[in-house]
Structures are given as C-alpha cells and as structure tokens.
C-alpha cells in the first residue's frame, strides 16, 4: 500500500514527511486548492498545487468527483480550520469525472435528489456521517453482547412461519408464473417449489431465536428482516435490520434492564467514536429546522437528545398507570390529540408516547404491561386485575422524537396457557410445533426484545426519513440498485 | 438477576458462598449427581442432592432436558474432571421433560438424526461448541474490520440485479399465483408487484459493496445470501452468509495481503476464545475418523490444520504455474484424478486445489491470474500473454481438506474494458447502468473478495457437512423451522 489514508494524516505530527494521497476531488479553488476525501472520515486535506509549474491540461482535469492521487510534503497548513495540508509535487488523474454529467456538484443538494441517486449519495459529507454511523452502533451492538457472552445466532431469512402471527409476508419461491403447478382441487402445489412448501422472507427471528436461547442461555439476532406492507411513509421500510435478544431465565425486570443498558452503550459508543460525525449531522438538523416555523423545530439539539437518553433512568410505568395520565393530560382534555385516550384498551399512537417521554416524565419511557388483546400471542400472561381485565408482561421503550424503539416482553412458558391463546387468536397448534417443544420439555422462564437498527440509527444520527439511514432502500415501488 | 452462570461458576474461587444455578438436567446418576448445562459453556456443573433428604416425587422429575433452579453451597469437588460441584439445599423444578417423549438422551446420537430435530440440537456438546465457535469467528470478523476502519455496510437483500451475472436465484414476490397480472403480450405485468419490478434473493453484496467502496474507501458487507440451485450436497447451502470486504485504491496484492491476514485473525480469535469447543471437536473428530479406513483419515487433527493456516506463509501462484505443477503431478499422471488436467484453460476442481495445498505446496495456496473465461465480468483484465491467453487478476485462497475458501479479483476500473467484457458474455449496460456510473465518475483502481462465511465454519470446527455449521439449513425441499 503506498498511500496513507487522510484520516491518519489530518492528525500527523510529523511535517515535513512526503506522503501519497488517493481519493476523489471535492473542490477546486483559484486553481490551486484542491479539497480531496478519500471517504476515510468526513473531512478532506487540502493539496496545495503549484499552478504556475502544472501542466494547463492536467489541471483542467481537477473535477469536482475525479479520483486522483497526490504525491507531495504534509506541511502546516496557515489556513484557518486546518492543521495540514500538502504541497504538492506530483499530481496524477486516476479518472475524470466530466463536470457536465456528474450529478454531483459542490452545492447542497436536496435528500430527496440525494435519494434518487443513492448509488453516489455516499460521497457527500451528508452520508458519509450517517454510515458512519450506523457502522459505529452495529459494531456497538456486537460488542455488547460479545462482552456479555451471548451468543450471535442466524436465524433464517426464508421461513415457512410467520412469526408474529401477522404483518403482511414476501413470498419466496423458484414457481414459474407461467407454469404453476396445481393440485387436483386446483390450488397450487408448493410441493414443487425450491423448498418443497411455502415461503417467506421472515418478520421476525424471535421464535427461533427462543429455540437457540432454549439451550445456549443467551442469545441475539442481527440480521434483516422483512414487510410487505403497502406503507409509504418516512418510518417504514419493506427491508430492515433488526436486533432480538433471547434470555433463558430472564424475567421481565432483567429483560428490561438489558434493554436500557443496550441502548445507552450503543449510543454512548457512537457519541465517543464519530464525534465528528454527531457534530456535523448536529449543525445539519440546525440548519434544517431553520426553514421551519419556531414551534415546529425540535426542543434539544442532537447531541442533547442523545444526553438526554444517556443520563436519565428510564422511567418505568404500567400501561394501566400511562392511560390514566394520558387521560388527564391537557392534549386530551383539550382534545389536541388525534387519536384521543378515552379507555383503558386504546392502543397508543405516536403522539402518546411522545407526550409521555417529553412532556409528562421527561425521560425516555418503559411502558410495561400492555392489554393481552393488542399484544403477541407468545407474551406471559398476567393474572387479570381487579377489573378484569388481561394483561401480558410486554415492555416497550419510548424514544424523543421517535416514539417505540424496543419492543419487548416475558415469554408465556407455559404451555396449556399459551395454546389456549393460540387458539383464541387462530394460530394452528401444527405450524408451531418445534416452537411449543420449547414448553413441552424443559421450560423456563424467558424473556427477549426486539430493536429496530434503522430507528436507532434515525435517532442517532437525527434523521428524519427513513430511507436516509440505510444504505439502498426498499420501500412500496422501489428496488433500485 | 438471583442466578449465576454456570461459565462463572466452573472458574470460581470463593467456595462456600451460596449460589444459585438454573439450567437443564444433562445426566442425573445414583439419584444423586445432577450434571446442569446452561449453554453458558460446553461444560456442565455437578449438583449434589442429599437424596435421603428430599422428596422421592420430586426427584423423579430430574430427567434428562427438565429446567431446573437450584440453590446451594459452592464446593470443592473430589470428582474427577472437576473442580466445583453444589451441595444443593434447595432444588425445584422449573419445567419437566418427560423421558418418554424428549428426543435427546444421555446417548451418542447421529448428525442425521439431531439435524432432524435441528430445533433441539443446540442442547448437545457437540452443537453448542459449533454454534460458539460460529459466534467467535462472526464476532472476530467484526473485530477485524473495525479495527481497520472499515464500514460495515448492509447491502440490500432483495434485488433487481443479478451480480454475478449468473446463478439461480429466488423471486420475492407478492403477486397471487391465482391472480397474475399481465401486460397485453401475455407476459407477467411485474410493474403490478411490490417493488414495481421483478425482484430476486440477492447472491452477492459485491456490486453494491462497489458503490460504497468508491466514496467511503474501505467497507465490508456481512450478510446472508442466496442460491436457488438444485445441490444436495455436504458443501452447498440455499441460504447462507458471506463477507465481502471491497476496498478502493488496493490493487491484488493488497486484496491478497487483507485476506490472508484476515483468515488468520478469526481463526486465532476462535483458537484463543473457545479453547475448550475446539479441543472438543478435534476430538469428536479423531473418534468420527475411527470408523473409517487409514486411508480416509485426516493426516492432520483439527487444532494442527488451523496451526497449518496460522503458521505458514500462503503461497502464491499464478493459475498458469499451477497448471503445470498439476500436469506433472503423479495423480495427473497415474490417472488419480477424476478430472484430469489436459489443457490450460480447464477449471479446477477441488481435488486439484486440495493436491497443490496438502501435497504439493503444503501450505495454503494463493492462486492468482486465471483464465479471463472461467471468471465473471467484472474482473481486471490483464495484457494477453505471449501465447495471446487473456487472464484476469482474479485469486482464490485454497485451504486443505476444503478447498475455496476466499474468491476474490482487482476489479476492471477501466470502463471501455469492463463494456466490452459485459457485451462478450451478453449483460445488458443498461441492467446495471448505476454499477457503471463508478467508472464514468472518478473511477480508481480497487479490489475485494468474498468468503463463505459456513465454509469458514465448517474450517474451523472440522465438521464435514454444512447443515451443521448454520442453525436452520436452507436446501432443496428443506426449510424446516
């Protein structure tokens, strides 16, 4: 390797050393200044060119997007907001970049454009930020559970189950259109598909997930998972990576203290290690917002809404407790809310949990305890209260800004319970079997959560859509690249 | 949290304090010694019940595969093979497992037979330390790269692209086999499906990876994917994961030098953090071997083949070298081989790969520049040589007993070349027009390459067959769980 990567140089000491430079033209002023980023880190190293010794043709060539590589003496820069630069003595065209067609061009441009051109929008300061990111949390979440001794497990992308007994599916399959072959009642025979039944991309690895933990203690998925669902907004996507974290033993208590441990080390992580990154994605959301009536801009700054996640308990609250105070609350009395709270059953919407985390308690939020019927079937269930009333030992997490990053809960690991409500909501005793062996032999208590990594990513990095934060989106109509 | 892992345990110093264990039963001998597993290591823990003392009921639920929570002192242990053991006071049952039913006894079973019950397999020796081992080297590869900068990029799993420019793949698909959708030619109206196109299972990140590599220098993908091929075999997956590292500016040597030093730190990190799994399986190897003729045997045990790897140097050499090493070589020449290699321009197979490492070179083997035909497109193409044979800067990494074990090439950065190429074996420009923008805009030399991440398993645990190295294998008419 003959070249040194410009993160390394922007923090030499050792001036005077020659060093060779790769990577691609960000500006070029008075025909002498060339900002160059190599995708090493957000910043570029400015090489110094001397113009009047350098060849006119070649000099032409210095677009914004060439790649080029630079040969010359790292010195101190007197720039201001610089330490180095290079003066160049040999400069050298990797390839052009013709000013006329590249898309890119050293002004700002819109996400939405960005978007359309996803394929080259890493190579603004904008997306370079993001994966780092997002690199950043997914290396956090690895590291995490390795210096606890969990075990990374891979469930299965294509599955013949639905593990959450809902969310519309992907189908799998090798079946030719034109030619499906039939049963003789005239429904399609799967037998003849690839895996000799029906598939799907998997919503979710939990249930497998229940199988490894069921046997290893401790376990996590990190992997994608998939939704079909004909949703076009700036929080869905029909592919994403998700974290489920699966502990024998663990009760709802430890389910829940391994969860804000989680998030708190996964976001201090990313705070430590791209503080560059934060900073500059921080000065972005400012300068967004300012287009933005006052009332509309956000209350705390990015880096205060990571502190703010960082150093308060999160408060923890049944959902009975968070209903009686979203019923009393002014939004609701002053029926500011959309969805108003008026019974016990509601399921909450966005603009609940919101008010919850940053109006009522102040802090992130763990609603616990959630009505049995809007939750899983696989959730332990509570003794019903004093009304009546069912509950599951569910636990959901809520975020500023984002409303639910975890969803959690104890599992029922009893198994007449959990077939009697198997049967209540329809789901075959047959196409779970392997599952419920987990409660025929050897049951115990367990408990596991469920994160979204491109919400925390969106938290993280102060995003507000979605498709910003992963790298090709897939959404209703789109599969480009 | 009132448990302690038994992996805590087994190292602990402070006998007499009381603990708490909960796993499940392994063994139960004498109606008195409970070996206890809790997945937290390959080992189990004794718990020593004072059977005059304790309810006869009680202890006749001890069976194999029940949960059990017990509470007692911590001792020494005059046993062999152990240093603690628990003098249980309090012993409870926290799920039964009805011996009559539970699948897994205190037996030797087959492979066959446990990937049958792949639900269950977890609760044996041999497949926790698989899966720990699985775990060290997922983690190690994560390690690696972080350590390097590189990002971690999630390249998508559905895909309008086939990168490869070849290999079966699976649709994904929402479209109603009852209910097609059809343009007025007859043709399937893919416009009408979920992503608005045709779309696939991805088999490769690589092309993506590329995108990124070009603006952010150094990522690596880690990620399942996919083949819709019709192989029954020990080494092929329908599903399965890969790491497909693409760095800008390297050029083949250093794609080499990244690999070779990537192979052996996650096979040291395994050696170093799973001692114990490892020396498990070599010796589940050495008894598997027992049963077979000499002949057929491993030359090398399982801790001295991943020494082999560690400790040499990977030659490397040029496919048109080995060529003539193997023309020469007695199984060419005694007609060993069930290929036998007549003619430069053949494709290798993995008895050929196996000879030059285990018998001729003795060493992992590098083999560099094949011939341009037996490789894809995207691949650097050299000057023809002086017989006019045309070549590319492709390289494989070959292991013993195993065979590929990385395929790899600079990739052709010159767009006319790479045009060219892609007319010759019949890819459409406009499939991947987004893949050439690279080229158009500031193209630079750059390389990468992709390991099997099962392979890499199936290496490093000495199993020989893939469906034990993966939780739920995915192959022709299997996708159980």
């Known amino acids: 390797m003959e070249h040194t990567r410009i993160k390394q140089l922007l923090i030499a000491e050792d001036f005077g050393q020659e060093v060779i430079v790769k990577g691609w033209v960000r500006t070029f002023r008075n025909n ?44 101190q820069s007197l720039g201001k907001g610089q330490r180095v630069e290079i003066k160049v003595n040999e400069l050298t065209i990797l390839g052009d970049s013709d000013p006329e067609k590249y898309p890119l061009q050293p002004k700002k441009h819109s996400l939405e454009f960005l978007r359309e051109i996803a394929h080259l929008r890493f190579r603004t300061g904008t997306f370079n930020a993001i994966f780092k990111v997002r690199n950043a949390l997914a290396f956090a979440v690895h590291q995490f559970f390795n210096e606890r001794d ?38 399609v025979n799967y037998k003849e598909d690839f ?17 490894a933990a069921m046997a290893l203690g401790n376990i996590y998925t990190f992997g994608p998972t998939f939704r079909a669902e004909n949703s076009n907004t700036t929080r869905h996507l029909a592919e994403f990576w998700m974290i489920e974290p699966e502990m024998a033993f663990y009760e709802l208590e430890d389910n829940m203290d391994l969860a804000e441990e989680l998030l708190k080390y996964v976001i ?20 967004e917002e300012k287009s933005k009536p006052q009332s509309e801009r956000s209350e705390m700054n990015l ?14 609250v049944t959902y009975t ?30 603009e609940h949990e919101r008010y919850l985390v940053e109006k009522h308690f102040k802090k992130p939020v763990i609603l616990t305890d959630y009505p049995r019927e809007i939750k899983s079937f696989y959730m332990k269930q509570n003794e019903p209260d004093a009304q009546g009333r069912h509950t599951v030992r569910a636990m959901d997490i809520l975020f500023p800004g984002i409303g639910e990053m975890v969803g959690g809960s104890q599992r029922e690991e009893n198994l007449e319970k959990l077939l009697a409500r198997m049967a209540e909501v329809g789901i075959p005793e047959h196409e779970i079997d392997w599952f419920l062996d987990t409660r025929r032999f050897g049951s115990a208590p367990h408990s596991g959560f469920g994160v979204g990594f491109e919400r925390l990513v969106l938290f993280t990095t102060g995003m507000s859509n979605i498709r910003d934060v992963i790298p090709f989106p897939r959404t209703p109509k789109n599969a480009e690249f």
């Open 32 to 75: 002498q200044f060339i900002a160059i980023n190599d995708g090493s880190t957000l910043n570029n190293i400015q090489a110094v060119v001397d113009f009047e010794n350098t060849d006119e043709q070649l000099l032409r060539r210095v677009t914004t997007g060439a790649a080029v590589r630079v040969k010359g003496e790292l010195i």
């Open 150 to 187: 969990f075990v990374y497990m891979h469930t299965p992308i294509v599955t013949g189950s639905d593990a959450e007994g809902a969310g519309e599916m992907f189908r799998v399959t090798t079946i030719d259109f034109d030619n499906v072959p039939r049963n003789e009642d005239g429904t």
């Open 195 to 211: 895996f000799g039944k029906s598939t799907n991309l998997t919503v979710s690895g939990q249930l497998e997930g229940e199988l």
């Open 268 to 287: 201090n992580y990313a705070l430590k290690n791209c503080p560059d990154e934060i900073a500059f994605l921080s000065n972005r959301l400012v300068e």
């Open 303 to 316: 880096v205060d809404k990571l502190q703010f996640v960082l150093t308060n308990d999160f408060e923890r």
């Open 321 to 350: 407790d968070a209903i009686e105070i979203l019923k009393r609350s002014k939004p609701n009395q002053k029926k500011q809310f959309k969805y108003l709270i008026e019974e016990w059953g509601a399921d909450l919407q966005s």
